[in-house]
Structure formats: structure tokens, C-alpha cells
């Protein structure tokens, strides 16, 4: 059996993303995921639906330094 190949782009980096109100951080990510086309993503942090903020978001292999980058506190 050979490996599954995901669908979409590979596409890395990260992206800063200004989240709105309303939207969940998860909602987010999978926008930006599907607008790149890329094949994985995850973001650094979750806020809740009704915070805005700064909500960053790392696509493919920048998805690996996620632990490295974030820091576990938040403001408001």
C-alpha cells in the first residue's frame, strides 16, 4: 500500500491573521486553508468566537514550530 497523498498545495509559512468577531479560530483557519489550497494548517492559539485579535496561523511544514513559537498565555 503506498502513502495517501493530501489534497491542496504544499504551501508553508505562517500567516497573521486579524480574527473578527463571530468567527471561530477553527472557522478561520479552514477559510485560510481553503483560499491557499494548501494541505495543512493549524493555528497558535484559540480565542473565542466573540474575541477579535491576532490569531496566527501556520500552514504545512511551519505547522511543526507551532510548540516552539506560541506561548501559552493570551490577552484580551
Known amino acids: 500500500m503506498g502513502r495517501r497523498h493530501r ?3 504544499p504551501v508553508h509559512g505562517w ?4 480574527k473578527p ?3 471561530t479560530s477553527t472557522r478561520t483557519v479552514s477559510i485560510l486553508k481553503k483560499l491557499s489550497n494548501a494541505q495543512k494548517a493549524g493555528h497558535g492559539g ?3 468566537p466573540l474575541a477579535t485579535g491576532i490569531l496566527p496561523i501556520a500552514m504545512g511544514e ?3 514550530t507551532i510548540p516552539y513559537i ?3 498565555t493570551k490577552e484580551y
Not at 500567516?15 to 486579524?18: A, C, M, Q, T
Open 7 to 9: 489534497k491542496g498545495d
Open 15 to 18: 500567516f497573521v491573521v486579524d
Open 21 to 23: 468577531e463571530g468567527v
Open 46 to 48: 484559540t480565542l473565542d
Open 62 to 64: 511551519a505547522t511543526k
Open 70 to 72: 506560541i506561548d501559552n
